[in-house]
């Protein structure tokens, strides 16, 4: 069983950047492949990035490609998600999730086991 803590959300304008953390427990921290959602007020929860348990794969959503960046820590049990840029369409709760695979980086939100409670980024334009 993993358990997940997200940190890091908060109030920005437009332009800035936010770091959001993602703390983990659990022994097998290393061999979880790790990914960011985000849910906005009315929409459905989107696929924002996923790291593979080794860090050495990454896969992002269109809409962040080039202005965020996901990496973990296994040392450390913990994955960041680096916001920069960010816009007004970016406000949403930011829930971290994991799924106990060595292989793909699904990017449906049944495809993980464990959810964070999530942290809420607000983007001020």
């Known amino acids: 069983q993993v358990q997940l803590v997200e940190s890091g959300g908060g109030l920005v304008q437009a332009g800035g950047s936010l770091r959001l953390s993602c703390a983990a427990s659990g022994r097998t921290f290393s061999r979880y492949a790790m990914v960011w959602f985000r849910q906005a007020p009315g929409k459905e929860r989107e696929f924002v990035a996923a790291i593979s348990w080794s860090g050495g794969s990454t896969t992002y959503a269109d809409s962040v490609k080039g202005r965020f960046a996901i990496s973990r820590d296994n040392a450390k049990k913990s994955v960041y998600l680096q916001m920069n840029s960010l816009r007004s369409e970016d406000t949403a709760v930011y829930y971290c999730?994991?799924?106990?695979?060595?292989?793909?980086?699904?990017?449906?939100?049944?495809?993980?086991?464990?959810w964070g409670q999530g942290t809420q980024v607000t983007v001020s334009s």
């Open positions: 999730a994991a799924d106990y695979r060595t292989y793909g980086l699904p990017t449906t939100p049944g495809e993980y086991d464990y």
